[in-house]
């Protein structure tokens, strides 16, 4: 597995829960918008971590657009705060950024008969995500790598989530539940 692509599954999976911790605490037809887009993070993640590719990177961006745009529109109703906000747009904009790195990486299988290029006539280089699986990270620096990245997506993911309406009326660690 490459490591922009546990990044990008473990970012739109902290992304769907943040969306819907905002439905949870919004009007029923803005929860219904958002749970179909957090269900949509979901699937997409589950997608990217199982394909170990970017899945429809140019939709990708266009979602994390809409979905920024949408929760900022949400925030001068009231229903979303400034925190799950920043939250969303952080983990939008990297998967957006690696998606527009896989598009351009995608569009550069070169003949390998170009100039300045070694070897047979009409033969083609192979694209990056095309390489030896030798290229790829060992399983332990993997292990490594997706948990640091686990660590990361969890520590912008939390306060997004207290921050939101169920989260408020969550009650602290350590807090007794008897009355």
Known sequence: MR??????GLAA???GLIL?????GSPALVAAVLLALAVAEFGWAVLALRWDRIPAPRAAI???VLVVASVTLLLFTGTVG???LLALLLLHWTVAVLAA????RSGRAVP????????????QRTAPDERPAARWPRAGTLAVILTVQA???AAVTTPALANTAPGEFALPHGISHEH
């Open 13 to 15: 999976f902290g992304a």
């Open 82 to 84: 400034i925190v799950p």
């Open 101 to 104: 790195f896989e598009l351009r």
């Open 3 to 8: 490591p922009a692509t546990g990044w990008c």
């Open 62 to 64: 266009a979602v994390a």
């Open 151 to 153: 660590m990361l997506v």
């Open 112 to 123: 390998s008969s170009a100039p300045g290029r070694a070897g047979a006539a009409g033969e």
């Open 20 to 24: 819907c911790a905002v439905a949870a």
